[in-house]
């Protein structure tokens, strides 16, 4: 794979999807690796888990004929993913009609039949899977690599992570766009566009405080209390509901208005976004 940087690696194909000739750029993502494994080991240990106590229940059971036991554990053997069944063998136990304990020489009424062997675990289907869900694969029916480079198609599909964060915004119950119920077309596409200007500015608030506590090498409590460098503008908005301008008014006494519940970790958002934000504040 052509190398972009320690997280991303890439390689190119073609191919002919629904009559359309495209491009096809398979990625390999470090991230996204890391994220695979902790899933994979999840799904892994959970399945191996289940897959040891199936077993242990088979090799329980008896069998009147050896057929019916090789089919038994042919059929299990068909549910296993990551374990496969080692040394395994099918036992004849001998029964007797009489009670008691049968002498040495006695010959066996009939035999009944068990499963014996030990699970074990396979490393190369979990190898495979690994290797499947650290990659992805994007598609563009331009060909030409000239007039769109491969590593240009990579950070344009990246970027959209952004646009769909937006869109997540929209449709977040806390904008209460649908409760506007609109009709007309033209008052559907004015509210869009007044929702499109609100995203603009919740977007560039956001990357302004991120900047800035970057810049000046500060951080900001996040709802678990973990100071973070990157808060997101939604939680901000939430950290200042509970502030309140309180007017005292009394007789013979000058007007005071106090903001009440105003704390440091406000006061140090507000510095960073500016004046005129202190402004309405101060």
Not at 143 to 163: G, H, M, T
Not at 190 to 204: E, F, G, K, P
Not at 253 to 276: C, D, F, K, T
Request: charge should be positive.
């Amino acid at each position: 794979m052509i190398v972009i940087d320690e997280q991303t690696r890439y390689q190119v194909t073609t191919s002919n999807y629904a009559d359309i000739e495209q491009r096809w750029i398979i990625v390999h993502s470090s991230q996204a690796k890391k994220r695979a494994k902790r899933t994979l080991d999840k799904q892994c240990l959970k399945a191996s888990t289940a897959n040891l106590k199936a077993f242990h229940t088979l090799c329980n059971k008896t069998f009147d004929q050896k057929k019916e036991a090789q089919k038994a554990l042919q059929e299990f053997k068909k549910t296993l993913l990551f374990t496969s069944v080692s040394e395994s063998k099918i036992k004849a136990i001998p029964r007797y009609k009489k009670r008691g304990k049968p002498p040495k020489d006695a010959k066996p009424d009939y035999y009944v039949y068990q499963i014996e062997g030990c699970l074990a675990s396979l490393l190369i289907p979990r190898e495979t899977r690994l290797k499947r869900k650290s990659c992805f694969i994007i598609a563009t029916n331009e060909l030409d690599e000239k007039a769109l480079p491969n590593p240009e198609v990579i950070v344009q599909y990246k970027n959209q992570q952004k646009v769909e964060k937006g869109f997540r915004f929209l449709k977040d119950p806390m904008f209460l766009a649908d409760s506007r119920h609109r009709e007309s077309p033209k008052r559907i596409m004015a509210l869009m566009m007044v929702m499109t200007i609100c995203l603009l500015v919740y977007a560039a608030l956001e990357y302004r405080i991120r900047q800035s506590l970057k810049e000046k090498k500060q951080t900001f409590p996040n709802q678990k209390g973990k100071f973070i460098e990157k808060p997101t503008i939604r939680w901000i908005f939430q950290y200042f509901v509970g502030i309140h301008l309180v007017v005292i008014q009394q007789a013979q006494i000058p007007v005071q208005a106090i903001v009440s519940n105003l704390n440091e970790h406000h006061r140090n958002i507000l510095s960073l976004l500016g004046r005129r934000y202190e402004a309405f504040y101060y």
